[in-house]
């Protein structure tokens, strides 16, 4: 879906440095969301916001944090990345209930 | 806490068989959601069942759920090559409301021989 955008695609990086992963949606939903994907574990929610400046934690919270100033972007950071985060980290979008709809996703490893 | 099942994890068929996945939840759930995702790709909505009972068919792709609203089953009749993914069912996340925040399963990959 183009109306759904993250960046980057691929990242490297080390243990203890900070990562930001963005997300930009070009649909105006109000509801966006932040899953990780690991094999055995399928989608777990990160956190989710129902509108600008509302954010709340979903199932797997711990070491991240999200802002949304902007409708339109939903920023994921890492303030300090730990090996278990290496994973691949989808942002989604939705009318409320409706179906949600996934970006192309950002593979992550930490070294 | 709530959790939503689905078996087998993996399933490799030659082409031209039947595929079935299941979803089991813990918690009644108001809908439920099928996705697939092919591989290195991303997951994608395929239909949404609300009622009790109720079966959806896309072509050749069957879907229930149950009485109860705690199981579902995806169905593929004559399984093509271009049905390889991972194909995931999810349910509102149990006091959620309409915040559209959804419980996963863990998904079933399907393989297909040519």
Redesign the interface.
């Known amino acids: 879906d183009a109306g759904i955008t993250q960046s980057p695609r691929y990242k490297i990086t080390e243990t203890g440095r900070q990562v930001t992963l963005m997300c930009h949606q070009t649909w105006s939903h109000s509801y966006m969301f932040w899953y990780r994907q690991d094999l055995g574990h399928g989608l777990r929610l990160i956190y989710y916001s129902a509108a600008a400046d509302i954010t709340d934690k979903g199932e797997v919270p711990d070491g991240y944090v999200v802002s949304r100033s902007k409708t339109e972007n939903f920023p994921l950071t890492l303030e300090s990345a730990t090996r278990s985060q290496t994973s691949v980290y989808f942002c989604a979008s939705s009318v409320g209930h409706q179906p949600q709809h996934f970006g192309d996703g950002t593979r992550l490893s930490i070294l | 806490g709530q959790q939503v099942m689905?078996i087998p994890?993996y399933q490799h068929v030659q082409e031209g068989e039947d595929f079935t996945t299941y979803c089991n939840s813990s918690t009644t759930l108001s809908?439920i959601?099928w996705y697939k995702q092919r591989p290195g790709?991303?997951?994608?909505?395929l239909i949404?069942l609300v009622k009790s009972g109720e079966v959806k068919k896309q072509k050749r792709l069957t879907f229930q759920f149950g009485e109860a609203k705690k199981n579902s089953s995806l169905h593929i009749t004559a399984t093509q090559t271009t049905d390889v993914g991972t194909y995931?069912c999810?349910g509102?996340?149990k006091g959620s409301g309409?915040?559209?925040?959804?419980?996963?399963?863990?998904?079933t990959t399907l393989q297909v021989k040519p």
């Not at chain 2, 790709?41 to 909505?45: D, L």
């Not at chain 2, 915040?99 to 399963?105: S, V």
Request: aromatic share 12%; net charge positive.
């Open positions: 689905q994890q809908n959601q790709g991303h997951p994608v909505f949404q995931f999810a509102p996340l309409n915040t559209g925040k959804l419980i996963f399963g863990q998904g």
